[in-house]
């Protein structure tokens, strides 16, 4: 345990992220050491489980809470009060008011309401098919006279008693919450102020207003009304969440920055989060993202695959050349908003996914449904009753039931058995068969995504290193980066790989992005795309200033570019050195984007000679935040040698195996075959046969394949 005297403990950093099993924490200690625990998640009072987390992880640095926090100099959080209110639909009464003639935009959908979103197979199902429910239905959309051009300019007035009429029906029918959005109020957003002016005159000034203009600057209106609406929605859950998390850190002495992960990539302050809680969407998810990109530049590696498994879902990303991939907009229960987000894309495969027989096809299914964190699985000994994932890892001898989260959590090996038992017998299999029959179908749906991620999209898999964390992530990890031919699987750290994504929240920078909808046409109007740049560079860095983070502010460009008459679009770097130089910039960026759709769709593709257009223009900010370097070199950790009996499937038997135990920061220089068992306090790693674990300077495990190893 790390030893904090004197001052030296000055300057932790805490990261906190909140799952829907458990609460993940990691302390950087200013020695570029780390210190990580797990408690369990509180719902719904997640902000239970947040302070439980604090006061856990200074028991463990032998600290009272008080102490700890008056030595903290930031704390930032992942939290998923937003995502978890739209998923389970526990959120205000929110009111739409839109421009006359289309306030039912967020209905129509673009008529793609059915698919968008959903697997192949779901999109099959064509008669099991309907749009999902809307968050805001008809009776409660409001439309108001007004009308402004794609230019900006006023062509009708807004009517300004139509406004009020329409905010007083609205709160008859029990409206808690509004969002506007008013046809190309990303050219002119001033009727949506006055709009915004009205509803606080006659509803009061705490009522919350979401702007279609403020949550996103890009024309169209079905995916900006969705964003403000789901804005709305969500607001006031997650600002009353915020407020009990701030208050419950600020009473025992904490007075640093309190900052909260968002989706782009980059914390923000608690103030900033309030104005657009909705940012916060997967900010659990897309921390684990940041953490492996702060890792790939200590590593060297650049390209990684990035492995999130918990309890209740499988997350994959992609680091492209140290860069997280991203995406354009968001899909949540098919609604599609503008919201650039760091590109997640999750499976229900987590521990607590819950195997079952598929009657129709007469075989065994695992996930999506879940057995959360109540009861949880079979083995937690919390009523659960149907086998999970975990269950099936903790019969065939991969976990051990007496070290669980460390030791605080004791598993039962008989009610595991148990709940398998039906399930093999509907198999006519043994239950060793039928656990490894689970595994197996769990790492080949996660194996699939992985590919769909990669190869589906122009990747090369075998150009990747795989990198494995959450509670679960390293027991599936080599088989995962072994079937879809990674080069290697990393556990991250050992010791913090279970709480991965807390320490990428902790090491995050600060981060804001902007867009402009304003299309251009090529040949390009370089002073008119630099006038554009211009704007976007002062929106960010508005929205970037702040006490809490003293490094300038960084700004880059990219813009998303079609062929004219194209939908959907490709997102290219924009250098605005490149821009001024650029004889022909048209040109220059018109081969850039032929370049970059023959690699992702092949030569055939492209179609010569066809003008291209810009989109969307976009700058993303930074501002770095102070982090320790990693820790190199340190071999404090203690490491047992233990055994057990592991049922292994590729032996079809069980085989007595070496069980590495380590304790702390886990040590360097070591060489383990498989098959082997390497348990840390919150996670365990599953060598398989055939398989070799390395680990490195930094404490990372790296697990190779077959005689190269």
Request: hydrophobic fraction near 40%; glycine fraction near 12%; include cysteine.
């Amino acid at each position: 345990m790390p030893q904090l005297t004197g001052s030296a403990a000055d300057g932790l950093i805490i990261g906190i992220d909140i799952g829907g099993t458990f609460t993940d924490v990691c302390a950087m200690l200013p020695d570029g050491r780390l210190w990580s625990t797990k408690v369990s998640s509180t719902p719904p009072e997640f902000e239970r489980g947040f302070l439980d987390g604090i006061d856990e992880i200074a028991r463990e640095l032998e600290m009272e809470t008080a102490d700890l926090l008056g030595r903290v100099s930031r704390i930032a959080h992942g939290t998923t009060v937003a995502t978890n209110s739209l998923l389970t639909r526990d959120g205000d009464r929110v009111g739409l008011i839109a421009t006359a003639g289309h306030g039912e935009a967020s209905l129509i959908m673009r008529g793609v309401g059915r698919t968008a979103g959903v697997t192949a197979e779901e999109m099959l199902r064509v008669h099991d098919s309907a749009k999902p429910i809307p968050f805001v239905p008809r009776g409660r959309i409001r439309e108001v006279p007004e009308r402004i051009d794609r230019e900006g300019k006023v062509v009708a007035p807004l009517d300004d008693d139509a406004v009020r009429v329409a905010v007083g029906e609205l709160l008859d029918e029990g409206v808690e919450a509004f969002a506007v959005s008013l046809l190309w109020s990303v050219r002119n957003d001033s009727h949506e102020r006055r709009v915004r002016e009205i509803i606080r005159e006659v509803a009061g000034e705490e009522v919350h207003v979401s702007l279609s203009s403020e949550i996103s600057d890009r024309a169209g209106e079905y995916e900006r009304s969705v964003g403000a609406i789901m804005n709305a929605f969500v607001a006031d859950r997650t600002n009353r969440y915020l407020a009990k998390v701030e208050r419950g850190v600020r009473d025992p002495g904490f007075d640093g920055p309190l900052m909260v992960m968002q989706c782009s990539g980059g914390v923000a302050t608690i103030e900033r989060v309030a104005e657009a809680p909705i940012t916060t969407l997967q900010s659990g998810p897309v921390g684990g993202v940041i953490g492996s990109t702060y890792l790939a530049g200590e590593i060297g590696r650049g390209n990684l695959i990035t492995t999130d498994m918990g309890g209740t879902s499988f997350d994959v990303a992609l680091i492209l050349d140290h860069v997280p991939d991203r995406a354009p907009g968001t899909v949540l229960d098919r609604f599609e908003m503008f919201l650039p987000t760091v590109d997640v894309r999750s499976i229900g495969a987590g521990g607590g996914s819950i195997a079952s027989f598929d009657e129709a096809g007469r075989s065994l299914r695992v996930g999506p449904r879940s057995a959360g964190a109540r009861p949880g699985p079979a083995c937690y000994g919390r009523g659960g009753t149907e086998p999970t994932v975990t269950d099936a890892s903790l019969v065939l001898g991969f976990i051990d039931p007496g070290y669980f989260v460390g030791e605080r959590m004791k598993l039962d090996l008989d009610a595991a058995r148990e709940a398998i038992r039906p399930l093999a017998e509907r198999l006519a299999l043994s239950i060793e068969d039928t656990a490894a029959g689970i595994i197996a179908i769990a790492e080949h749906l996660m194996a699939d995504l992985i590919r769909g991620m990669t190869v589906e999209r122009g990747l090369d898999p075998r150009e990747f290193d795989l990198l494995a964390f959450g509670g679960a992530g390293p027991q599936h990890a080599g088989n995962c980066a072994q079937e879809v031919g990674a080069r290697s699987a990393i556990v991250p750290l050992g010791v913090v790989a279970s709480t991965w994504s807390a320490l990428g929240v902790a090491a995050a920078d600060l981060g804001v992005a902007a867009e402009s909808g304003m299309r251009m046409a090529a040949p390009f109007d370089t002073g008119e795309l630099e006038k554009v740049c211009g704007e976007l560079a002062r929106d960010v860095e508005g929205r970037l200033a702040t006490d809490a983070v003293d490094s300038p502010a960084v700004v880059v460009y990219e813009v998303d570019v079609q062929y004219q008459g194209q939908i959907h679009q490709l997102t290219l770097p924009l250098d605005l050195a490149d821009l001024r130089a650029e004889k022909d910039f048209s040109a220059a960026l018109s081969d850039a984007f032929t370049a970059e759709y023959a690699r992702l769709y092949g030569d055939a593709a492209t179609l010569p000679g066809t003008p291209v257009e810009i989109v969307v223009t976009r700058a993303r900010g930074s501002r770095r935040t102070k982090k320790p370097g990693f820790a190199r070199g340190v071999s404090e950790g203690r490491l047992t040698e233990l055994g057990r009996e592991v049922y292994w499937p590729s032996e079809k038997r069980r085989i007595d195996t070496p069980v590495r135990r380590i304790e702390g920061q886990a040590p360097v220089g070591h060489t383990w075959e498989g098959p082997t068992i390497v348990e840390m306090p919150h996670t365990t790693l599953v060598v398989h046969p055939g398989q070799t674990a390395r680990t490195d300077e930094l404490g990372n495990i790296v697990l190779t394949f077959g005689k190269e190893s």
